[in-house]
């Protein structure tokens, strides 16, 4: 068995090369407060095996194997980093490395905007009735670039429409949004969400519906780029229904959903 294989135990456990990549936007400390705090002692090779082990399997945080640290230890690392915006921060790093290695400009100018509702379980947390797709819950509001890579994600109540959720979302637009030109967007964000993306940041969303005499599955231009990052998310039990009780946490699942797919990218880059 190659040195590569013999540090992991599962099959969601980083490679060698996948830890190289990833080890240096790791935060070096721990405590509240970048910069601050104690030196860590704790294995975060171990923790982010230990996450990305919970979000694959969808299994319960009292189930995580003992192979991996204490899991009191795994969740301090999980919500320190939820509440100051790591997980973000590493995703954004991960993915204007990925654009690199494709040879595009770190920022996007384009992106795709789209929802997904899904339902919630006993956990409790806030949730609404989605009356279009029928399901009591929540949304998963996420925009990518044109290569499918998340770019932001958005968690609320499934009845909240899907213009209201996205004029949320796009309001957090970051510094990865700076070169933004151009959304596309499907028939839902139709309205007065194109003029106040235009007038606010004076970018041109661009509604792509589904014409009439369309029959059966068709794939539409731009569209299938979003659907096809929900698969991909999706792929991830964690993420089959929403297991979490604080938006913000459903939000760190999908990012560390997406932090998975980027770092196999980047390990795999030639």
């Known amino acids: ?12 456990d980083l490679t060698d090369e996948e830890w190289r990549l990833l080890e240096f936007v790791i935060p070096v400390k721990t405590g509240k407060g970048r910069g601050r ?8 090779r171990q923790v982010l095996n230990a996450l990305f082990y919970l979000t694959r399997t969808g299994c319960q945080w009292a189930y995580i194997p ?25 995703n954004d790093i991960l993915r204007k490395e990925v654009r690199l290695s494709e040879e595009r400009d770190p920022d996007p100018s384009a992106a795709i905007i789209d929802s997904q509702s899904v339902k919630t379980t006993e ?14 819950g929540r949304k998963r509001h996420i ?16 009845d909240i429409q899907d213009r209201d ?5 796009l309001q957090k637009r970051s510094e990865v949004m700076t070169r933004l030109q151009r959304v596309w967007a499907d028939g839902g964000y139709a309205g007065f969400l194109v003029t106040w993306a235009k007038r606010a940041y004076n970018w041109t969303l661009e509604i792509v519906k589904r014409s009439d005499d369309m029959q059966g599955f068709v794939v539409l231009p731009r569209r ?4 096809r990052t929900f698969a991909w998310l999706c792929r991830n039990r964690r ?12 939000e760190t699942v999908v990012y560390l959903a997406s932090i998975r797919l980027l770092i196999r990218r980047l390990a795999q880059a030639p």
Do not use: F
């Open 1 to 12: 068995m190659a040195a590569d294989e013999t540090a992991r135990t599962y099959a969601s």
């Open 37 to 44: 705090g104690r030196p860590r002692t704790l294995d975060m």
């Open 66 to 90: 003992r192979s991996y640290p204490n899991r009191n230890s795994v969740r301090y690392s999980y919500d320190t980093w939820r509440e100051d915006g790591t997980w973000q921060r590493i």
């Open 123 to 136: 956990m409790g947390g806030p949730r609404g009735y989605d009356a279009g797709k029928k399901v009591n």
């Open 143 to 158: 925009v990518v670039d044109t290569l499918g890579l998340l770019l932001l994600v958005m968690v609320h109540r499934a």
């Open 165 to 169: 959720g996205a004029c949320a979302l």
């Open 224 to 227: 299938w780029v979003v659907e």
């Open 239 to 250: 993420l089959s229904k929403d297991y979490e009780k604080l938006p913000t946490s459903s």
